[in-house]
């Protein structure tokens, strides 16, 4: 039977929200538009006491239209408190934040995340060849959280790398979704979970910097479901996660 | 009570170059952006630029050549638009020093200023190449002899933030979110607001606890209604997308900038506004119509 293909855009939400958990703490920060559709379809399908935390200092905010920013004041409507950035990182800190979605320019085998710089020939960090916008607070998050989920919506050999050429950070990364596949963290290197429906093994290895253990028998990512698809469409109507495609 | 209204130019004359200097908000939002762009019409030169996340606030300084360093955890239009094209050439040619840090460090250099004292403790970078690359050391705890990361104070000569209502002493408040900016406030030496309202600050005593500024660590106060334009200011406007799609497209070659810079801000006359009480505080007036849904506010 011929597989049906879900686009990126589709496929990587629901996956996404399937990783979170009824009543956990879950964190995203700036430019985090899957993130932020993932959560709150978690908490529409089968996580409401979900506690969704954001740059803005609100709590489980409801947005009456997805923005582009994910520090836009829609995701401070509908909150009944009002924390600061300083108050979530402190969470984090001190080992109470139990999720956080971040990403890299570069994502290595070891689940390091690079978003600093690309070296230039002398290998100073202050004469870079490539400066990057940094790692916002993932220095701080990724090795404080007990978790740390990874996305990227490009999967090629030039962000997965065998190693980063600077690490921002590591930490305790749990899984990473990407276009292709989910990788789940095994003993400190990241394995491939799951493939996606449509992907075969050849293109994922194709994809990737280092060599993975995949083959006809590696599991396939389970297709989403009416629910998931028609809870999606409920959650971001506009499709505002397409901007990170 | 001192009255600490002034006109934009003459608050920002007192910002020195070379100084380190804080800006509020955080990435496209509540950025001071009028006193951004004065910044760069009175040729500021060698700041060193404080901020959590940064956007169009840094980008267009570092090209206008006013920021020598920028101490940040991220500068960029997140998905809006994508990398800082003027702070990415700036430090690529090697004009601007990027002084990285994670956001949460930028908080506990300014924690220690606040606290007056010499660097913070902070539980990050245990995974990280940044130390290395700027310099940030480990401290001994000396009760448990265990290593943590220490950043050194960061004290701007000036914090520069942009409030929704401010009286003549500098008592202000911000509606929505507070980012850092209440930190530095207390962090700095020298304090700017602008204020998109100057009101009657004897109306602020009825809920004094909406003031999250007290105006004795202001030292100017400046009404600048749209001050954060083209970013967005909670609950009254929102980023003005054509502004920053015409600044984006513009800042991709350094001609095309110039010419932006030339007609948005050192052509652009700024209309100073009167600086005196505009109204009465109207915390409990505003509507729910032009405010969005703000459910924090008390009634």
């Not at chain 1, 290998?123 to 998050?141: C, F, N, T």
């Not at chain 1, 030039?158 to 921002?168: C, I, S, Y």
């Not at chain 2, 980008?59 to 955890?73: H, K, M, Q, Y």
């Not at chain 2, 204020?195 to 004897?202: F, L, Q, R």
Request: proline share 7%.
């Amino acid at each position: 039977m011929e597989a049906v293909l879900f686009s990126p855009d589709i496929l990587m939400p629901i996956v996404m929200a399937r990783l979170l958990r009824n009543g956990e703490t879950v964190f995203h920060g700036v430019a985090s538009p899957l993130p932020m559709v993932a959560i709150l379809l978690a908490k529409a399908l089968r996580a409401p006491d979900l506690i969704y935390l954001n740059i803005t200092g609100s709590t489980d905010p409801t947005p009456a239209a997805l923005p582009r920013s994910t520090v836009d004041p829609a995701l401070f409507a509908g909150t009944r408190s009002r924390v600061t950035l300083a108050d979530l990182f402190d969470l984090s800190a001190r080992g109470k934040l139990d999720t956080a979605f971040l990403s890299g320019v570069q994502i290595d085998r070891a689940g390091n995340i690079n978003m600093s710089l690309i070296p230039g020939p002398d290998g100073d960090p202050h004469h870079p060849k490539v400066r990057l916008p940094g790692g916002a607070g993932s220095a701080a998050i990724m090795p404080t959280a007990k978790r740390t989920l990874l996305w990227r919506t490009k999967h090629d050999p030039r962000v997965f790398v065998e190693r980063v050429a600077f690490r921002t950070t590591g930490g305790n990364v749990d899984r990473v979704v990407t276009p292709l596949c989910v990788f789940r963290r095994v003993a400190g290197l990241l394995q491939v979970e799951t493939i996606h429906p449509g992907v075969t093994p050849a293109q994922l290895q194709a994809a990737t910097g280092w060599p993975l253990s995949v083959s006809a028998s590696t599991p396939r990512t389970p297709e989403p479901s009416e629910a998931e698809l028609a809870a999606l469409d409920a959650v971001d109507p506009q499709r505002a996660r397409l901007i990170e495609f | 009570m001192r009255n600490k209204l002034t006109s934009l130019s003459e608050a920002i004359a007192r910002v020195p170059d070379n100084a380190v200097v804080a800006l509020g908000g955080n990435t496209l939002h509540r950025s001071p952006t009028a006193a951004v762009h004065e910044l760069i019409r009175q040729r500021k030169r060698g700041l060193n630029l404080v901020k959590t996340a940064g956007a169009y606030d840094v980008d267009i300084l570092c090209g206008a050549g006013v920021a020598s360093a920028v101490s940040a955890g991220f500068v960029g239009y997140e998905n809006v638009f994508g990398m800082a094209p003027l702070y990415r050439r700036a430090v690529e040619q090697g004009l601007v020093r990027a002084c990285e840090h994670t956001c949460y460090s930028v908080i506990a250099g300014l924690r220690a200023a606040t606290q007056g004292v010499p660097f913070m403790p902070v539980n990050a970078f245990s995974l990280s190449d940044v130390p290395l690359a700027q310099g940030y050391k480990q401290v001994a705890d000396p009760y448990s002899g265990a290593e943590v990361f220490a950043v050194p104070a960061i004290q701007p000569e000036v914090a520069i933030v942009h409030v929704h209502e401010a009286d003549a002493e500098g008592n202000a408040r911000i509606y929505g979110t507070l980012f850092e900016d209440v930190l530095m406030v207390t962090a700095a030496k020298h304090v700017i607001l602008t204020a998109e309202h100057i009101v009657d600050g004897s109306t602020f005593a009825a809920q004094p606890e909406l003031t999250t500024i007290a105006g004795f660590m202001v030292t100017h106060v400046v009404h600048a209604p749209r001050g954060a334009h083209p970013c967005s200011c909670h609950g009254l406007y929102d980023m003005d997308m054509g502004y920053l799609g015409d600044f984006y497209a513009q800042a991709q070659t350094a001609d095309s900038f110039e010419a932006f810079l030339r007609e948005h801000v050192l052509d652009a006359a700024y209309h100073e506004m009167a600086q005196d009480v505009e109204r009465e505080a109207d915390t409990l007036e505003w509507s729910e119509a032009a405010l969005g849904d703000v459910s924090h506010r008390a009634r």
